[in-house]
């Protein structure tokens, strides 16, 4: 069962031991590569860039190729997604970390306070990324590769906690996707959202509802709990 929170807002908490953070959107702003590598994809199938920049986020390539290529083969898919990935891994410009994101990893690493990330990305796109925006390593890092099924499922959070040796109870998911929320939620975990749509599906169940990081002020307890609050 998760921790209580506290009853009055302004008193809101979340206790913890270790972050699982989302990666594009949530501690770097991707988002100018990630929609100009889809929309060149889009343009090879004549599909409309609306349609695809509306599925797309917080899902792995994988299963956004699949959606818009439904009856073609495997091999095709795979294709495509090699093609888009190498597209997404070489262009990093413009990736920087989004406010608040290194002051925050960077207290987390001063703190001893253990933290990961769990991207939708391949290891290629994701690393390459992490490596444009300049973010601390972390303690594990969670890709595509490593889940058969992704966000919204609960996997690649359950996978995080694990290697992190801690229950998915006593971990705080930080997402701005609505499929990350559902993923972090259904995990079992605690979840802060930081700018998500505010139409997203169970927003409402999110510990905080944020719209930067540098929202949150994170204190280590003696006992090794972490406290997380709201800044004033």
């Not at 807002?9 to 913890?16: F, I, K, L, N, S």
């Not at 594009?24 to 409309?48: H, M, Q, Y």
């Not at 989004?98 to 990961?116: Q, R």
């Not at 559902?182 to 510990?207: F, K, M, Q, T, Y």
Request: include cysteine; charged fraction near 25%; glycine fraction near 6%.
């Amino acid at each position: 069962m998760k921790l209580t929170k506290l009853s009055m807002p302004e008193e809101a908490r979340v206790q913890c031991k270790a972050f699982l953070f989302d990666l594009d959107g949530t501690l770097v702003n991707s988002l100018p590569v990630v929609e100009r590598s889809w929309c060149r994809w889009a343009d090879r199938f004549g599909i409309d860039h609306d349609d695809v920049l509306n599925f797309i986020h917080g899902k792995q390539a994988i299963t956004s190729l699949r959606h818009f290529m439904a009856g073609r083969s495997e091999e095709d898919i795979a294709a495509e997604f090699t093609w888009l990935e190498d597209i997404e891994a070489t262009d990093t410009e413009g990736i920087v970390a989004l406010p608040g994101a290194l002051e925050l990893l960077h207290h987390l690493n001063e703190s001893h306070i253990p933290w990961g990330i769990v991207t939708s990305g391949s290891i290629p796109v994701a690393h390459a990324r992490h490596r444009a925006a300049g973010l601390p390593m972390p303690d594990v890092f969670v890709t595509a590769e490593q889940v058969t099924r992704g966000k919204p499922e609960p996997d690649p959070y359950l996978l995080g906690a694990r290697l992190l040796g801690l229950p998915p109870q006593e971990c705080v998911v930080v997402e701005d996707a609505g499929a990350g929320v559902l993923s972090g939620l259904a995990a079992d975990c605690h979840v802060i959202a930081v700018n998500v749509p505010a139409d997203s599906p169970r927003l409402d169940e999110a510990d905080f509802v944020l719209t930067r990081l540098d929202e949150v002020a994170v204190a280590k307890q003696p006992d090794g709990w972490v406290i997380v609050r709201r800044k004033a």
